[in-house]
C-alpha cells in the first residue's frame, strides 16, 4: 500500500533560518504529492502540491520538488518566519482508484523570534 | 467561496453514547472525506462518499459509518463511544473529475470530539 515518511520532529529554528523537511514515499504507479500545513486549533490548509516528477510546488516562500527517482518531495523554505510555526504534514493520493490522502506523520515547526 | 464547515466544533460524550458529526463542503465540490487525528496514530482515513455513493473506506471498525446527501453534505456517526473515540475528526472536500488538480482535498476546522 502507499506510506509516507517524514522526518521526525520537533523542529526548532531562529527567525531567518532555513527550513528542510524531509519526506519520502512509497506507491505504486504515479502519486499526487502534497503538503499541508495545520496551525494550533486549526485543520488543515493545503500548502502545495505536485502532480508529476520534476513539477515543483511552491507557495508563501516555501517550495518541494517531485523526485521519482529518489521518491522524495522535500519541503524547504529560504527564511522562516514566527509565523511558520505549525505542523507540516507531507502527504499522497492515488489517482488511479484511490480516493484517500496517505500522510505522513507531521513535523512540528517552532520558530523562535 | 465558503470554506468547508463542520458542526459542532465541541463535543463532549460518555462512553456508551453514540454521536453525530456534519459536514458541509465547499459548493459544487461532490466528494467528502472524513479523516480521524489523533496524538498516536496521526491521521486515518475513515471513509470517502461521492454522489452519496462510498466509494472507500478505512480500517476503523463498524461503529463509524456515514453518509451523504443529495446536496453533498456528509454526515458521521459513531455509536457506542469508546476513551480511544478521542479525536479531532476532519471532513474534507474535493471536486473529482475537473482536471489536473482535481483530487486536490480542502479540509473543515474539525470537531474535537472528547469521550469520558
Known amino acids: 500500500g502507499n506510506s509516507v515518511t517524514q522526518m521526525e520532529g520537533p523542529v526548532t529554528l531562529s527567525e531567518e533560518a532555513f527550513l528542510t523537511i524531509n519526506c519520502t514515499y512509497t506507491?505504486?504507479?504515479?502519486?499526487?504529492l502534497f503538503w499541508y500545513v495545520q496551525y494550533p486549533g486549526e485543520g488543515l490548509q493545503l500548502l502545495l502540491k505536485?502532480?508529476?516528477?520534476?513539477d515543483k510546488g511552491s507557495n508563501k516562500g516555501f517550495e518541494a520538488t517531485y523526485r521519482k527517482e529518489t521518491t522524495s518531495f522535500h519541503l524547504e523554505k529560504g527564511s522562516v518566519q514566527v509565523s511558520d510555526s505549525a505542523v507540516y504534514f507531507c502527504?499522497?493520493?492515488?489517482?488511479?482508484?484511490?480516493?484517500?490522502?496517505?500522510f505522513g506523520a507531521g513535523t512540528t515547526v517552532t520558530v523562535r523570534a | 467561496k465558503a470554506g468547508v464547515t463542520q458542526t459542532p466544533r465541541y463535543l463532549i460524550k460518555t462512553r456508551g453514547q453514540q454521536v453525530t458529526l456534519s459536514c458541509s463542503p465547499i459548493?459544487?465540490?461532490?466528494?467528502v472525506s472524513w479523516y480521524q487525528q489523533t496524538p498516536g496514530q496521526g491521521l486515518q482515513f475513515l471513509f470517502e462518499?461521492?454522489?452519496?455513493?462510498?466509494?472507500n473506506k478505512g480500517n476503523f471498525p463498524g461503529r463509524f459509518s456515514g453518509r451523504q446527501f443529495s446536496n453533498s453534505r456528509s454526515e458521521m456517526n459513531v455509536s457506542t463511544l469508546e476513551l480511544g473515540d478521542s479525536a479531532l475528526y476532519l471532513c474534507?472536500?474535493?471536486?473529482?473529475?475537473?482536471?489536473?488538480?482535481?483530487?486536490?482535498?480542502?479540509f473543515g476546522p474539525g470537531t474535537r470530539l472528547t469521550v469520558t
Open positions: 459548493s459544487g465540490h461532490r466528494s
Open positions: 506507491a505504486t504507479g504515479y502519486p499526487s
Open positions: 462518499y461521492f454522489s452519496e455513493t462510498q466509494r
Open positions: 474534507a472536500s474535493s471536486s473529482p473529475g475537473t482536471g489536473e488538480f482535481s483530487y486536490e482535498q480542502y
Open positions: 505536485a502532480t508529476k516528477a520534476d
Open positions: 502527504a499522497l493520493i492515488q489517482l488511479s482508484n484511490d480516493y484517500k490522502l496517505s
